[in-house]
């Protein structure tokens, strides 16, 4: 298909495993972000992928998230020994090339994440 | 640090009500701003946006939002509203020159009554 696409859209899990969730941007995309989704804290900035530059990680909420992005196309998050306050829906986004900031993003359906 | 306010957190309307949604942001500088649509079951679209040029901005489904710049405001318009526009909207910035992050506000829920 022509948009984001994500995978697992739903993942559970016990607590203290870890997770990987996957993201593929639309074809051509230069820029990919991870935005977290969960009730209590809206929609939250996790990190960002730019060409080869280096990402920037100041979303990310603990040393167990980790994200990259191979070849750059296809991206991956995880997180490590999972905990109860991970429970959200991952979401991920493209955008073309462009001056900083104006670049819509397209969004993926996301990936919901229960930790049990 | 920079934050984006949506006043409304639940509407409920009438077919063929108006819609006014608040948004404010707090930065000093300039921003781009936007509009997302979350309808049921459905990913984040993009319903419009606003870089530079006519405060007045048109978006689909005859959507329009007015950026005040001495008020930092951008509100989202709709003179008659449908079912089909029940859905969760987001207000968005994001800080001009920088990484092009999203900041979101915590939406606004519209549930339109047939």
């Known amino acids: 298909g022509a948009g984001v696409s994500q995978s697992p859209s739903n993942k559970v899990t016990e607590k203290g495993k870890d997770v990987e969730l996957r993201c593929d941007p639309i074809s051509g995309h230069t820029a990919l972000y991870w935005y977290r989704q969960s009730l209590g804290q809206g929609l939250e900035f996790l990190i960002y992928f730019q060409g080869n530059s280096a990402p920037d990680k100041s979303g990310l909420p603990s040393d167990r998230f980790s994200a990259e992005r191979t070849g750059g196309s296809v991206s991956t998050l995880t997180i490590q020994r999972t905990q109860q306050e991970d429970s959200a829906v991952y979401l991920c986004?493209?955008?073309?090339?462009?001056?900083?900031?104006?670049?819509?993003?397209?969004f993926g359906d996301g990936t919901r994440l229960s930790i049990l | 640090a920079q934050s984006v306010s949506q006043h409304n957190h639940h509407v409920i309307l009438s077919e063929a009500a108006s819609l006014e949604l608040g948004c404010n942001y707090s930065?000093?500088?300039?921003?781009?701003l936007f509009w997302y649509v979350q309808y049921p079951g459905q990913h984040l679209q993009l319903l419009l946006k606003?870089?530079?040029?006519?405060?007045l901005v048109k978006g689909i489904k005859g959507f329009e939002a007015e950026f005040i710049k001495s008020k930092f405001s951008f509100n989202l318009r709709k003179p008659s509203v449908q079912w089909s526009d029940t859905a969760e909207y987001f207000c968005a910035v994001t800080i001009s020159g920088n990484t092009g992050k999203l900041i979101f506000g915590q939406g606004t829920t519209l549930q339109v009554k047939p």
């Open positions: 930065y000093g500088g300039t921003v781009n």
């Open positions: 986004a493209s955008s073309g090339q462009g001056a900083y900031g104006n670049q819509p993003q397209h």
């Open positions: 606003y870089f530079s040029g006519d405060p």
